[in-house]
């Protein structure tokens, strides 16, 4: 069975970043998938009603994503306001398309409040990384998706080949 993929829609080349930019370096690779007809194309931020532009927002938690949607710690936009209840609506928007589309993984922009899965930034908005999840990558990986940044494309086409080939990895 083809494994399906929800894929942030800032990668498909869509400009729905907070600065109304895309990041659609990969949209090569991704045509033919798209083709196939695996990519859930899904921007959480947006369909949590969230605008583009957007004040760019942090997370304030020493567990990243999975404390905020465990109610432990907060996002901000830059400006102050508190958009934690937004932000973890996006995540559990993410999950349900993810659900109903029957995606057994996920291919998201790293870096992002919402997206990132292998770091995201520390919440003093100085450009300082840090390991963590944003939310959404957060809830789906608690909720058994596997969930691959955008710097993991090998990676992602290795466990899908493994997946539906399983063979071939003998
Ligand atoms: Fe891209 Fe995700 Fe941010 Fe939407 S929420 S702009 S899909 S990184």
Redesign the pocket.
Known sequence: MKNKILV????MG?K???NASE?AQMAEQLALWQQEQRLVI?????SAGLPVPRSPAEILSAGGGTGVMHGQGRIIEKTGKDVTAHYQL?AWLALRAAQESGCTAAL??DG?P???SQFIYDGCFRGQRQPGM?V?AALLTEQGIAVFSDTQFAELVDWIAEKENPELSL
């Open positions: 942030s829609a800032c990668l869509f729905v970043r907070y990041k899904h921007c959480p931020e947006l996006s998201l922009t992002s919402t997206c990132g944003g959404a």
